[in-house]
């Protein structure tokens, strides 16, 4: 017998709810209706529409959350699937006491990507997730801190332009940041010429870092992504210190599949996790590669490492990346991967790289 009859009292808010209760949020754990995550029930004749406030735009699980809900309210005797109807908004919040430090104004959460060693292809990964996190809704920021060897005005299509100057009624300068593919973004790239070495120590790329995180404008974010050095010298240290004032939300390593590339990731993860830095997970770029003329997968740089150190962390592998000729041209042109519909372009892969990330920042903030 369904939750409502035909001859009954009228199908109410109470009634929806009541079948939504049995709706697990898969992640989080506890019923969507507990968690306060059912928004804007409206009821007229026999539809039903309401709203689910997802924790991120990226939610993975949004398809599996919608089909659970229709099926539950169909359950209600006399509402047809075809009557249900779930709209879908985000709130991306930041813990209780994360922002209790000097935060950056407006900023939800502040993720670092990392690598243990260069040429792994960490800010092409760093570039695509924040892309992706765009298209998904979020509204998103990218901080390039690889001072020595920034690329990310490159790889965004944004090479020649500077940011602008504000200044505020206190008095302070502010700067306004780069807008391209949805996103906002700083760089030393947009401050000097790209033939101008960068011949800094440690004490200045900090008081840099500083600036881009409090004397730019950022406005309101839901996720900083921040590009961050290689290796785990006294720069990537002094830097992920420094970040720790801000309520660094966690960090993600960027890894090949080879063996002596995991090697080093395991000593950039032990970094973190000395400083106190969440671990967010493991995304293996290059993971293999398909030849375009036979379909025949490569693996050109091995295979199971990134899964095995996974393990071995106890972190999630959020993602694999394999190797297209698409991605690399889409860096060299300033057209990021996850905005090409060609296929060796792996958007998809990057798109759910990108979802796994935003939902194990649900996972860490809102468990």
């Not at 039903?48 to 599996?64: G, H, I, R």
């Not at 505020?168 to 593919?181: F, L, T, Y």
Request: a negative charge; glycine letters at 10%.
């Amino acid at each position: 017998m369904g939750l409502f009859s035909r001859g009954s009292s009228k199908l109410s808010q109470d009634i929806i709810l009541k079948a939504l209760s049995t709706v697990q949020e898969p992640e989080l754990g506890g019923d969507l209706v507990s968690r306060r995550m059912i928004k804007n029930v409206r009821i007229d004749g026999e539809r039903v529409s309401f709203t689910v406030e997802l924790t991120t735009p990226a939610c993975p699980l949004k398809d599996q959350i919608q089909s659970e809900c229709i099926e539950a309210v169909a359950r209600i005797a006399g509402v047809a699937p075809e009557h249900i109807t779930v709209e879908f908004d985000a709130q991306v919040r930041t813990r209780g006491g994360a922002l209790d430090k000097a935060a950056i104004p407006g900023v939800s959460h502040v993720i670092a990507v990392s690598a243990g060693k260069g040429g792994v292809g960490k800010s092409t990964v760093a570039t695509n997730l924040a892309v992706a996190l765009a298209q998904e809704g979020a509204a998103v920021g990218l901080l390039d801190a690889d001072v020595y060897g920034p690329s990310i005005p490159l790889m965004m299509g944004a090479v020649g332009q500077h940011p602008s100057a504000e200044s505020r009624p206190d008095g302070q300068q502010m700067m306004i940041p780069v807008e391209a593919h949805g996103l906002k973004m700083i760089s030393i790239g947009f401050l000097v010429d790209e033939s101008q070495p960068v011949i800094w120590r440690g004490p200045m790329v900090s008081q840099l870092l500083r600036q881009f995180l409090y004397q730019v404008d950022w406005g309101e974010l839901d996720y900083l992504i921040i590009d961050m050095p290689p290796g785990t010298g006294d720069i990537a240290l002094t830097l992920t210190q420094s970040l720790q004032n801000v309520g660094l939300t966690g960090a993600v390593t960027v890894t090949t599949p080879q063996d002596v590339a995991a090697i080093d990731v395991l000593k950039s993860m032990e970094m973190f996790r000395k400083l106190n830095v969440p671990l967010l997970g493991l995304i293996e770029n290059m993971a293999y590669f398909i030849a375009p003329d036979t379909g025949t997968r490569y693996d050109i740089f091995g295979n199971g490492a990134a899964a095995r150190l996974a393990d071995r962390l106890d972190v999630p592998l959020l993602g694999q990346i394999p190797l297209g000729i698409s991605i690399r041209e889409g860096g060299d042109s300033g057209r990021p991967a996850v905005t090409s519909d060609m296929p060796d372009a792996y958007a998809d892969a990057f798109r759910e790289a990108a979802r796994q990330l935003a939902a194990r920042v649900s996972v860490i903030e809102y468990a």
